[in-house]
């Protein structure tokens, strides 16, 4: 067995809900975005309350956009970037349905998305929300520096999304279909430079997309997009190497969440990053290209760096993780 | 559909493995756990580098009790206490298997067997670990103080397990079966004292179990014992009121992993909690005693209380979530 699974009766993304920040609105996503914030503070007095409030709202945003009640869910699967993914937890709180919080962080997208597709499939539930989210002033404050000291950004780093995205599996209805997902193996290339997340995280999206088509026997224009979460400019061009050395040319395919999320501006410096960047293009450009036809199939491959402020205080390196979802419609 | 899903296919437990504190083996666990810690350091730097460890030992541990190499194994689950669940993403970076991580406090032992049992009975993998471990050290610094001030605990506080277990769940092979799980929702009643999780948790417990029994129809008597994770003596205790209120009375089956792990000593006030309580005592204690026909049946309920120092500091109270797992020989 390898470790790509297959889902023979193919889940499906019945509905699909997405909030994104001011910043993020100005970029691709503001066309597609389904509420498009004018306060980050999303009327709340804390930068995590924002957080965990922009959750329930895609979640909540989904279920009504399937046209469903709260209780027709089955369970919610979610985490997202903070300490004890409360963020999650706490938007679980609003809703009476059954809960499993995942951590992957920004790799969390395509973990809760391949569990919900598992979980339905194999006829445990009917319907499970997939969600995630960042928020750029609370991921700061608790991975770098609070905003309020002004510490200037180095130029390997990005900016980590404000906004939420959520996915409404389902095993009947129409939509985008979840035909399978390679689950990924914790790489760690030794790179310590908590603001370089894109070379860190390079290698995991470099295995996991090598062994996706090693497993498949497919070839790279087997997918209209090769999309990963948020590599962003550096990391994507050193993906591209990495992949390529070994024989896989997914040059013209690939596309990065955190390259294209935002207009180049200078202080984002690499693009975009954070669990809420892949969540938010998925859910909203993406999944608008899908129903329209314009893409047919892409391999959602979202990726996470798996530190804590006291692993790399106690000088260990950055292990990284990526999980690869086919879509299909 | 109800919140409990059931495994036809009834995936086993075919090896497991412990790590214990030298504090928790003078308790119950000591003459049950494989591996019994002679410092609480293993032989690490410091205390999250030694629950890392004990994770990785477990890990290893019951794939080589299971006869296995790293190799066969398809997946593991598994999450822990610690901020970004550093000691299951560092544990797994040791092994070249595909990895979920999963956050759900202590409540992770249930959690990552429910998704074990659900990923081998829909035949996606053949073999998971779920695994989860936590310190006492590591959880006191980040949770509540640093053990060096020399705080005075509250009577209502328990003693975080140092230890770890990891259960390896199989689709086929002789062990205890897991033939359903039933999720839990995020419960929250409003509990504000971090120092009392067995009263936070205990309504999350009495939501899971009497949603079990509503949904299976079964009286308590069918089952030798109702296990809770990590309640304690006062949670237990709110636990059983709770249920009996609603005409459950799990008394004569009730015991709390949490308040049997250590021989009561004033020092632990309510008894153990952490993520490796329910952990340890069901893959060391529990396990031997349904090997040896002496438990047939059992609810593993694991609690977790989903809060963070943040949320606690920004006001919040502790929203709690258990998950149930049928276990029977």
New interface residues.
């Given amino acids: 067995?390898g470790?790509r699974?297959v889902f023979p009766r193919a889940p499906r993304i019945i509905a699909a809900s997405t909030v994104a920040g001011t910043k993020e609105c100005e970029g691709i996503v503001g066309r597609y975005v389904e509420t498009a914030l004018s306060d980050d503070m999303f009327g709340e007095?804390?930068y995590?309350?924002a957080e965990c409030k922009m959750l329930s709202h895609v979640i909540d945003g989904a279920i009504a956009n399937a046209g469903l009640r709260r209780e027709q869910i089955?369970?919610i699967i979610s985490?997202d970037?903070?300490?004890?993914?409360?963020s999650a937890?706490?938007a679980?709180?609003d809703?009476?349905?059954?809960?499993?919080?995942?951590?992957?962080?920004c790799s969390t997208m395509a973990?809760s998305l391949a569990?919900a597709a598992?979980?339905i499939?194999?006829?445990?539930?009917?319907r499970a929300v997939a969600a995630t989210g960042s928020h750029f002033a609370s991921a700061e404050r608790?991975y770098r520096y609070p905003l309020e000291l002004g510490c200037t950004r180095p130029p390997q780093s990005q900016w980590t999304v404000t906004g939420a995205g959520a996915s409404l599996v389902a095993a009947q209805g129409d939509g985008i279909r979840i035909t399978s997902a390679t689950?990924?193996?914790?790489v760690?290339f030794g790179i310590t430079d908590v603001n370089n997340m894109g070379a860190a995280m390079a290698p995991a999206a470099a295995d996991t997309i090598l062994t996706h088509f090693r497993e498949t026997g497919e070839e790279a224009d087997a997918y209209d997009l090769i999309v990963t979460g948020d590599l962003g400019a550096l990391g994507s061009r050193i993906l591209k190497d990495l992949t390529w050395e070994k024989g896989l040319d997914i040059g013209e395919h690939h596309v990065d969440c955190g390259e294209i999320v935002y207009n180049v501006l200078e202080d984002e410096f690499q693009g975009g990053s954070g669990a809420g960047c892949s969540a938010v293009v998925l859910n909203s450009y993406l999944r608008t290209k899908m129903l329209a036809g314009e893409f047919r199939r892409i391999l959602f491959v979202a990726t996470g760096a798996?530190?804590?402020?006291?692993?790399s205080g106690?000088g260990?390196s950055i292990?990284c993780?990526a999980h690869a979802v086919t879509l299909e419609r």
């Fill in positions: 067995m470790q699974i007095s804390t995590e309350k089955d369970v985490g970037l903070l300490n004890q993914i409360i937890s706490f679980a709180r809703f009476s349905v059954p809960f499993l919080g995942v951590y992957g962080a973990e569990l598992a979980l499939d194999g006829g445990y539930v009917r608790q689950l990924g193996k914790v760690d798996l530190l804590s402020t006291v692993s106690q260990e292990p993780i």
